[in-house]
């Protein structure tokens, strides 16, 4: 039983005697048994964070043969460079002139080219291509997969950077 004393003693320095102090006597047991009580609640009825996962769709090994032709012009390719900077194009490396953005103007640039190439493809929404390089955080890799979520590009996908394209970001000094 846990128990608090706080008696006093019986003789001060002067040598005279006073009156003892009652002996107080504290019970703690309930304290304690309300602290345990409420411990094992707050154990008990506590939920950790949740791991939040993001869904990717990847291709059926078995069926390699076939492959989908999709149309260059519906495909945006985004290059993750070094300093927060990324190079986005719309069809093939070489054909198209490349543009250099922050992360703050990614949201604007997918929600206008998604536009263009729906109205000129027949409401057929845009792949995005993200190849990060070397020199990217993957701070930037998950905000651009953020900006896909919130502009609602479902098509995507995460890809190893070519050679070509990092001869794109470092003529643009990028990598």
């Known amino acids: 039983m846990a128990e608090l004393d706080t008696s006093g003693g019986g003789k001060h320095k002067g040598g005279k ?23 094992t609640f707050f154990i ?5 964070s949740k791991p939040k996962a993001m869904e990717l769709v990847m291709p059926d090994k078995s069926d390699t043969t076939k492959q989908l032709a999709v149309p260059e012009s519906r495909t945006m390719t985004l290059l993750l460079g070094s300093n927060d900077k990324l ?8 054909k198209s002139v ?5 992360y703050s103007d990614l949201r ?31 701070k ?18 995460i890809v190893k950077i070519l050679p070509v394209d990092i001869d794109l970001l470092k003529r643009d000094k990028l990598y």
Do not use: C
Request: proline fraction near 3%; aromatic fraction near 4%; charge should be negative.
């Open 44 to 48: 008990l009825t506590t939920t950790l």
């Open 87 to 94: 190079e986005w194009f719309v069809g093939e490396p070489g």
């Open 98 to 102: 490349p543009s250099v953005i922050g």
């Open 17 to 39: 005697v006073r009156t003892k102090k009652k002996n107080t006597r504290v019970d703690l047991t309930a304290m304690v048994d309300l602290a345990f009580l409420l411990i």
């Open 140 to 157: 930037n890799v998950v905000t651009v997969m953020d900006e896909l979520n919130i502009t609602n590009i479902d098509q995507r996908a």
């Open 108 to 138: 604007k640039t997918l929600v206008e080219q998604d536009k263009l190439i729906k109205d000129s493809h027949g409401g057929q929404g845009m792949i995005v291509i993200v190849s990060p390089s070397d020199k990217s955080t993957y």
